[in-house]
């Protein structure tokens, strides 16, 4: 079992700087690797408060210097907002740079306030996304690589510089289209899933999507295909620290909601007010639906969604809104120190036993 910190860099007010939001997400990642976490994953977003991160490729060639052996991830690159050429290019210089840690992760995004700013249309999102899937295994195994697509052209290039790894850095597939992932597993890639904010039965649907596109698509979802899964959890006996850490993964999906069905609010064009919505869970509908409490509560829930989902690796999220920086490098400490190494006792005991 992988464990990886989720890394959004969120600016909740002016009361953070982005520059402090930035140097967050930066220790956070130093901190993780000295707790024992395989991976950091970065985010990609612009123009607004929602995440400060506008390249992870940047992030992770910036982090491949500070760390050693923490795999360091991208989640995702909005590939409709890139050129192939440079993509390419990039990929192959974060990977050279990190020493072969590079995680790919790749998405089609959803934030049509972003594509309208990079003059892309999102309707064609999807169309591109997958243009870019024909053009990047290519691009990064072949000498020489040309595209006529649609949406994408790239005449006979060559990358200058090439991943180390080989045959390239492993590619993770996020979308919430079934082709899409199928496509995925039939080509061998890994898949970044999430349940959001939900509860159990959001888990036990999501693993029964998951099966179905592993079927469809001629693999076993437990033999042939590793996904990870993105989740919430926190653990403390500090009641209003549990409370802070809910609050603001409720601002996380505010503001998501808001930019993604275009009722976002703004007074000066930039921070996005945070406005109640009807769906709003409450903290009591949170605490049950999610890994919080001592750190046993949270290994026990842990376990159970593992047992439901079996996936092979989880994504702590850690930097949410304003959540204050010492408590949650505490947090990342007390996972590599207690939760991590029980749940991969008790994954292994499990694994042993179903053989």
């Known amino acids: 079992m992988e464990f990886g910190v989720f890394i959004l860099a969120q600016q909740r007010g002016y009361h953070q700087t982005s520059q402090q939001v930035i140097s967050n997400s930066i220790e956070q990642t130093v901190v993780a690797e000295q707790a024992g976490f395989n991976t950091a994953w970065y985010a990609e977003h612009h123009f607004n408060n929602y995440s400060l991160s506008p390249s992870p490729l940047m992030m992770v060639a910036h982090m491949a210097a500070k760390t050693e052996r923490i795999r360091l991830g991208t989640a995702v690159c909005i590939l409709p907002l890139y050129h192939p050429a440079r993509f390419l290019a990039e990929v192959g210089f ?22 309208e700013r990079f003059g892309v249309k999102i309707e064609d999102s999807g169309a591109i996304y997958n243009e870019f899937l024909d053009i990047i295994p290519k691009g990064l195994t072949q000498k020489i690589v040309s595209y006529d697509g649609k949406f994408l052209k790239l005449p006979p290039s ?15 597939i996020t979308s919430g289209n079934p082709v899409t992932l199928g496509r995925g597993v039939r080509e061998g890639h890994n ?39 993105l989740r919430c959890a926190f653990a403390s006996d500090n009641q209003a620290e549990i409370d802070n850490y809910l609050d603001n993964a409720r601002f996380q999906r505010r503001i998501s909601e808001s930019l993604k069905f275009r009722r976002a609010q703004s007074d000066d064009g930039y921070m996005v007010k945070e406005v109640p919505s009807p769906t709003d869970p409450s903290f009591e509908q949170l605490r049950k639906n999610l890994p919080v409490g001592s750190v046993n509560q949270v290994i026990d829930k842990m376990l159970e969604e593992i047992s439901i989902l079996r996936p092979k690796h989880i994504a702590l999220q850690t930097q ?22 029980a749940i991969r006792k008790e994954v292994d005991s499990m694994n042993a036993v179903s053989a």
């Not at 974060?94 to 972003?114: C, H, K, M, P, W």
Request: aromatic share 8%; charged share 25%.
């Open 94 to 115: 974060a990977d050279t740079v990190s020493n072969g840690r590079l995680e790919l992760g790749i998405g089609s995004g959803y934030q049509e306030f972003e594509f």
């Open 158 to 172: 060559s990358i200058a510089v090439r991943p180390v790894q080989s045959p390239m850095p492993p590619i993770w």
């Open 191 to 229: 898949l970044f899933v999430t349940a959001l904010l939900n509860g159990t039965e959001a888990v036990v649907a999501l693993r029964e999507r998951l099966e179905k596109v592993a079927q469809d698509n001629g693999a076993d979802l437990d033999e042939d295909v590793k996904f990870g899964f």
């Open 320 to 341: 949410l809104g304003d959540c204050d920086q010492k408590t949650m490098l505490r947090q990342i400490e007390l996972w590599g120190e207690k939760i991590i190494p």
